[in-house]
């Protein structure tokens, strides 16, 4: 919600241009409250505002405006003040945006860049995307092992202005091996004993990522361990980087949202919802919609395979879409519980007996209690009292089918390597539906004939 309070006020002070007003509404709040008063302002507003405030502070501002507003100024403004902003902002922050601009612009605002942030660009460009190289930033604050307390926090405060976070300190040798990890927590304690090195001090278990380890696999070690921030090294163990976990939480976002757009059998979206073309989120959606529709003509022919015994026992037809549900919906439910479990890191291919087994539990409670509804129901519409039986006994078996396949497909597909959340509720609902018409009329047809 854009808040309004400012704004005259806001547009005022640009118009008259008053600077003492202007720089004192730049440092007076939060950066992110401040960045949420200018929220009613024109893109060009935004920017003139900004000017008033320091570097290191406009880019803080910058950062809480949606990635959009970001991209709508770098790519409009002078290539000059868009170099300057860009050199404050983190390098991964920095990175992400630049991919996003056109080509001509990155060219007239790259050689503005000091020739180191160039290269740390560069360098964060060419590690694959999702992995941690690609999510990390190389602010980070490394110390030799020989420093005392007092001589490191001498040298933390060299570097502070150059650095991210200082949730940790890193321990390197010459050739920026990382040796160890010394908490800014531990280091103050250690004040009392000033003649103690970092080398005494350090941690060297430590919990790193690998820079091509897949981001979700980092996020999840993050977790595990309840870290602020996690090492990236590369393959001779150089430290070159660290993940904080605000980037952890993004990770995690754009993890779930992908995991739900897959559970609604929509291929995930590399952009917003309101920003995507419309081509392509009908392709999207339109791949998997494709697919069960073809899943939908199974059934389709299905119950044309049975024509004759539907025709004979015409009141059959009456609980086909209640046999349909129960089994789909049985099905989802397990797929869902199971797909989130297994993002979570709760279930293993290791568990799968154990999930069959609560599974075939949980289907065998519930399938009695639906049957005992669907019985009563039957009894009073079927032609005699033994031809009931088939609709409760019918609900039991395609209720513990749909658990079942609901609760093995997504580990199945876990271990063939491809991603559970593709076992979608409509997917398993389809083939369920299939296996449920077979079930209802074989188990009439043992009845009934």
């Not at 991209?71 to 983190?90: D, K, R, S």
């Not at 559970?263 to 081509?279: F, K, S």
């Amino acid at each position: 919600m854009v808040n309004t309070l400012f704004l005259p006020e806001l547009r005022e002070m640009l118009t008259e241009q008053n600077r003492s007003e202007l720089e004192e509404f730049c440092i007076a709040l939060n950066p992110g409250r401040t960045a949420e008063f200018m929220e009613g302002l024109e893109d060009t507003q935004i920017w003139r505002v900004l000017q008033y405030a320091t570097p290191e502070r406009r880019a803080e501002i910058f950062g809480y405006f949606p990635e959009d507003r970001q991209l709508t100024m770098l790519q409009l403004e002078t290539p000059a003040e868009v170099a300057e902003l860009v050199e404050e902002i983190p390098p991964d922050d920095r990175v992400d945006l630049i991919q996003e601009l056109s080509v001509d612009r990155v060219d007239q605002i790259l050689p503005l860049l000091p020739v180191e942030d160039r290269r740390d660009i560069q360098r964060l460009q060419s590690y694959s995307d999702e992995t941690a190289g690609a999510l990390m930033t190389t602010e980070v604050a490394k110390l030799a092992e020989n420093l005392t307390a007092p001589a490191a926090l001498e040298e933390i405060g060299r570097q502070a202005s150059e650095l991210e976070t200082i949730y940790y300190l890193y321990v390197v040798d010459e050739n920026e091996i990382l040796r160890g990890i010394v908490s800014t927590r531990q280091l103050v304690s250690s004040l009392r004993r000033p003649d103690q090195t970092l080398g005494d001090m350090m941690e060297t278990d430590m919990i790193v990522a690998h820079v091509d380890d897949d981001q979700e696999t980092v996020a999840q070690n993050v977790e595990k361990y309840n870290l602020l921030a996690i090492p990236v090294v590369d393959s001779s163990r150089r430290l070159i980087g660290i993940i904080t976990h605000d980037d952890v939480i993004d990770v995690v976002r754009e993890e779930l949202a992908e995991d739900a757009q897959r559970i609604a059998a929509v291929e995930p979206l590399e952009e917003d919802y309101l920003r995507i073309g419309l081509l392509t989120l009908s392709w999207k959606r339109g791949i998997w919609l494709t697919i069960l529709f073809f899943a939908a003509l199974l059934t389709a022919f299905a119950l044309r395979h049975y024509e004759t015994e539907l025709e004979n026992y015409a009141w059959l037809v009456w609980f086909i879409p209640l046999i349909i549900s129960a089994g789909g919906n049985s099905g989802s439910q397990s797929a869902t519980l199971v797909i989130t479990a297994m993002t979570s890191g709760e279930v293993e291919f290791r568990d799968w007996p154990r999930v069959m087994l609560r599974e075939l539990a949980v289907s065998l409670m519930l399938g009695s209690f639906l049957a005992l509804i669907g019985l009563s129901v039957a009894f009073f519409i079927a032609p005699a009292p033994r031809d009931a039986l088939v609709i409760p006994l019918t609900l039991m078996c395609v209720i513990v089918a749909g658990c079942l396949c609901g609760g093995a497909l997504p580990i199945l597909f876990k271990r063939i390597g491809l991603d559970p959340a593709m076992m979608s509720n409509p997917f398993v609902a389809g083939i369920i539906d299939i296996l449920g018409i077979v079930i209802y009329i074989n188990i009439a047809r043992w009845l009934l004939v």
